[in-house]
């Protein structure tokens, strides 16, 4: 057990957490810290005209982006880093994902993935696909990968 600590030990507002840290034998950039990639949820919609694609993708600037749509399969991958603001500042917790992250789907086969368009504001990605224009329409689920 810790012994409590005397006023001359030069606490922070944080050594209970560093305290804590220590205990656990590993070191303490590696408590709380999110994993080397992520995975955003999304959400995924249809109506007569396209395929909808809503992904939370918190912290990202359309910049670091990226939605790729080939061979039936659309590709969306980013990274998450922290402002430069932010940065100087001396965070003890951190719980929205930093990183890189990545999520692939396999689209139905009506798909126009050479016309996707996407759009990002306040923190979520809207992938918009149009289906294309077809005599006869056959259903076929989404798969996620």
Request: aromatic letters at 4%; glycine letters at 8%; a negative charge.
């Amino acid at each position: 057990m810790d012994k409590p600590h005397s006023p001359d030990q030069g606490l922070t507002p944080f050594s209970e957490l560093d305290t804590t840290k220590r205990g656990s034998g590993l070191p303490p950039e590696s408590i709380d810290s999110s994993p080397p990639e992520w995975q955003p949820t999304v959400d995924i919609g249809e109506d007569e005209n396209e395929y909808l694609l809503v992904a939370a993708i918190p912290g990202l600037a359309m910049g670091d982006v990226e939605v790729k749509g080939a061979n039936g399969i659309i590709e969306i991958s980013g990274t998450a880093k922290l402002s430069s603001s932010e940065q100087a500042k001396r965070f003890v917790k951190l719980e929205r994902p930093l990183g890189d992250c990545h999520r692939a789907f396999a689209m139905p086969a009506d798909a126009d993935l050479a016309a996707l368009r996407y759009d990002l504001s306040d923190g979520i990605l809207h992938v918009h696909v149009p289906k294309a224009r077809t005599a006869a329409r056959v259903e076929m689920p989404l798969t996620v990968i």
